[in-house]
């Protein structure tokens, strides 16, 4: 039986939650500006992002993508000007979560 975030035609779909540090939410938005930039460039698709209210022990963003292969997903994830900006994602991204999802 196929995993329910498996697809048969090897499709990547993602649901990414991003917490900022304390006063950098700003910064956050900013990087992953720059960072979901080179998606496409690897056939991926940013589909949605969403902003919270910022409450307490929410993620700042909600974002959901989808990459034709684990192949490009992997691809975007080692791009080297992705990997260039990891001292400021480290500076501002407090914690990510990735969730493998099937979009319906």
Known sequence: MM???????????LCVLLWAHPGHDAELVAYEDRVLALV???????LQRARST????????VQFYSF??????QA???????V???AERDRVV?????IR???I
């Open 3 to 13: 995993d329910a975030a498996a697809h048969a035609d090897g499709q990547v779909e």
């Open 54 to 61: 910022g409450e307490p022990g929410h993620p700042l963003e």
């Open 40 to 46: 496409p460039g690897h056939g991926g698709k940013v």
């Open 94 to 98: 407090a914690k990510t979560e990735l």
């Open 68 to 73: 034709p292969s684990e192949a490009a997903l």
């Open 84 to 86: 260039a900006l990891a």
């Open 101 to 103: 999802v099937s979009f």
């Open 76 to 82: 975007y994830l080692a791009d080297d000007r992705r």
